[in-house]
């Protein structure tokens, strides 16, 4: 496989009157998961299927590992893809629906096995998989994306139906997937999840990419210029020191400041040096739900890059880091 695991670039699709997709392009890097995330609607599964070559763009390019899907020979050995949890056969028990699959490709039972006991279903395997709950044949989907043992792996909405264990359980594997090398595409409407998972994330509104850049980043444009929530036994007089710094203090309470434009390294600094007393400081960082939240609320003003430098405030989201 080549650098880049999948390469979007230009896709173009319409049905009837709605463009599904409208420009979107991204690369899937090896080594990390990326979050694939947005609004009902955004076109993330339209473009997971034109990856897979299950629909036709109108324009524009598809390419796993440098090839489009319909030229893989054995794709399940370049891709492994979670499109649909419940699109099995419920009368088939879950090691003979993986045993098919694999068959179809060439690859034996042993490794049928290995992926069994890494989704967790062994003891499960010779149940019928119509009797599956979701988040078991979410990991049943799961031991078929990785019978191939592909260096891609695509999934939608794989943290559906889970339950709390399921969904550690999920975060860790998926961390495990990409520390091996393997470029991870992930869609999900729960940011929260992908905080603890996805590295790299690209954010999708009305068919085209709203911001493509790191968990990291994109987090410190959402908190730049935050509030600093402080608290000082003479309100008044902090706010004077701050104001002279170049902050704005405006009082949230009794024997309480709300500080911006000014960092909470710098409030304690400058309370310090000019000796006006304090008991906490406590920076409000933004959350990737905010940070997902400002870019979808706006995302016909927004375009890639510019979208994150746009992106100035936290939302306040009372996730504290005291100073
Ligand atoms: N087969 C289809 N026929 C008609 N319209 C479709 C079809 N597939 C998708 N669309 C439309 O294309 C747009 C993008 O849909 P898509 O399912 O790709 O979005 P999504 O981001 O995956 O949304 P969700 O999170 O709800 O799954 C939507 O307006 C949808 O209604």
């Known amino acids: 496989m080549g650098e880049v695991g999948v390469a979007v670039r230009g896709l173009h ?21 990326t979050g694939f995330v947005g609004p009902n609607g955004a076109g993330k599964s339209t473009t997971m299927r034109v990856v897979l070559g299950l629909d036709t763009a109108d324009e524009g390019t598809a390419l796993i590992g440098g090839l489009p899907y319909r030229s ?14 419940a699109a099995l056969q419920p009368s088939r028990r879950a090691r003979n629906h993986l045993l098919w699959m694999a068959r179809s490709q060439g690859i034996g039972a042993r490794r049928v096995d290995e992926v069994i006991d890494r989704v ?89 990419v709203v911001a493509d850049t790191s968990v990291a980043e994109l987090l410190a444009a959402a908190s730049a210029g935050g509030r600093v929530t402080l608290r000082a036994a003479q309100p008044e007089r902090a ?36 000796g006006v007393p304090f008991s906490e400081v406590a920076a409000h960082r933004a959350t990737l739900e905010d940070a997902y939240l400002r870019l979808t609320r706006d995302a016909t003003e927004f375009t890639g890059a510019d979208a994150v430098g746009g992106t100035r405030t936290s939302g306040g989201t009372e996730t504290g880091e005291r100073a």
């Open 72 to 85: 893989l020979r054995r794709p399940m050995t370049h891709i492994g893809a979670l499109l649909d949890a």
């Open 13 to 33: 699709k319409r049905y009837g009157p709605t463009a599904a997709l409208d420009g979107m392009g991204f690369s899937v890097g090896p080594g990390r998961v």
């Open 120 to 208: 967790g279903l062994a003891t499960v395997a010779g149940r019928r998989a119509g009797g599956f709950s979701l988040g078991m044949r979410q990991r049943l989907g799961i031991a078929a994306a990785l019978l191939g043992d592909p260096g891609v792996l695509m999934m939608d909405e794989p943290f559906n139906g889970m339950d709390p264990e399921g969904i550690i359980w999920l975060r860790g594997l998926l961390r495990a997937l990409a520390g091996e090398g393997r470029a991870v595409l992930i869609s999900s409407h729960l940011m929260s999840e992908l905080q603890d998972t996805a590295t790299h994330v690209v954010v999708v509104g009305r068919g085209r």
């Open 239 to 274: 706010a004077t020191v701050l104001g002279a710094a170049g902050g704005t203090a405006v009082p949230a309470g009794p024997g309480t400041l709300s500080v911006s434009g000014l960092s909470a390294e710098d409030i304690v600094a400058h309370l310090t040096r000019q």
